[in-house]
């Protein structure tokens, strides 16, 4: 007897469509008929799982959330916070070459999300004060009286580097940024 194939996914090949087409072309110029084109599933399929294009943006930030959740979830294992940015560091570097592509996939998302759509922005901003917030949580948890200002720093020094990268299509400007990085939380 031969067993049932697995069933598949829709809802996740729909958000795992759109992720993709939203950091490729960003959200202004995605629509739900290009999102199930990308997914291989007919248009009706996207309004049976997600009612409007703002709901299937809501569940890939919830998604974002979740995978940083789980990283931090690994970070937070080792034991010293100053390796644990360091960890942060690595991951910011790994994907230097997507991101001179494509940009920051949490900060380009929050970042155009900011202006057309208030809510949505705001949603969107939150999953990268997530980032902000664990940043600053280590310093803190380095004795650091100025964790906020350091946390702030680091967030917008890496920031900044994946918008250069991006824009001139430069990955090594990340590398660059991540050593000066590396360089500094080694002099605190």
Known sequence: MTPAPAARDKRGDLTNAAQALFYEQGFGATTLANVAERAGVPLGNVYYYFKTKDSLVEAIL????????????????????????????????????????HGCPVGGLSMELGKEHSILGDKAAAVLA??????????????????DDLGLRLMSSLQGAMLMANSFRQPELITREVNRARAWLNDL
């Open 130 to 147: 997530r980032y902000l917030e664990w940043t600053t949580a280590q310093f803190r948890a380095m004795g650091r009286d100025d964790a």
């Open 62 to 101: 919830m998604e974002r959330r979740a995978a940083f959740d789980a990283m931090v979830a690994q970070w937070d294992a080792i034991q010293k916070p100053k390796a644990r940015l360091e960890a942060f560091l690595d991951m910011n570097h790994s994907g230097r070459e997507i991101v001179a592509e």
